[in-house]
Structures are given as C-alpha cells and as structure tokens.
C-alpha cells in the first residue's frame, strides 16, 4: 500500500468547494481565549477554579494576568475546568502535538 500525503488525497477524493468549506469549519472550531475568557465561557468564578485548582483566588487572578505560565500551572487550570491541555507545536500549514510534556 502507497503512502500518500493529505493534500494529494484531499485532492483527489475532495471538491474545491468541500476543501474551502472543510477549512472553514475547522478555523471556525480553533477559538482563541485567554485564560480569564475561557474561565468565563465554562461560567465558573475565580473562587470557583482557585478551589478547584487547589490555589488561593489571589494566586488564581495573578495567574490570568500573566503572559508566561508554567506548563504545569497551566494544565492544572485546565484541568480545573475539567478539560485536558495538549501543547501543539505549528509549522506552516502543520500542526504536531507533543506528547509527555
């Protein structure tokens, strides 16, 4: 059996309007939030996740202002929502998820 990339199968077996409308679906479904959007889309309060997360609400807000989070930190919030966190590494039109991090 012959390896084929996704592109030349996409290709092949989609039509352009089903490859556009495919791309589109998928950017629709990459939302961007930071931390406090995404706390607040899942309707929880900061005491509710600083509990969850095993923290202080103070730790918690400093936490949501900041530009740099440890991994650890971060999928421990994550987890307080009752989500998992994948780290995905991008490369032009490629994405990579990297596992045990």
């Given at each position: 059996?012959?390896?084929?990339?996704?592109?030349?199968?996409?290709?092949?077996?989609?039509?352009?309007?089903?490859?556009?409308?495919?791309?589109?679906?998928?950017?629709?479904?990459?939302?961007?939030?930071?931390?406090?959007?995404?706390?607040?889309?899942?309707?929880?309060?900061?005491?509710?996740?600083?509990?969850?997360?095993?923290?202080?609400?103070?730790?918690?807000s400093r936490?949501?202002?900041?530009?740099?989070?440890?991994?650890?930190?971060?999928?421990?919030?994550?987890?307080?929502?009752?989500?998992?966190?994948?780290?995905?590494?991008?490369?032009?039109?490629?994405?990579?998820?990297?596992?045990?991090?």
């Amino acid at each position: 059996m012959k390896t084929q990339r996704w592109s030349e199968l996409k290709k092949q077996k989609l039509s352009p309007e089903q490859i556009a409308a495919s791309e589109q679906w998928a950017e629709q479904e990459s939302l961007s939030m930071t931390l406090r959007e995404l706390r607040e889309f899942a309707q929880k309060t900061q005491e509710d996740m600083a509990s969850a997360a095993n923290m202080t609400q103070s730790e918690l807000s400093r936490l949501e202002r900041r530009d740099d989070h440890l991994l650890s930190t971060l999928r421990r919030y994550v987890e307080a929502l009752g989500g998992r966190l994948d780290i995905v590494a991008v490369f032009d039109n490629r994405q990579i998820r990297l596992e045990n991090v």
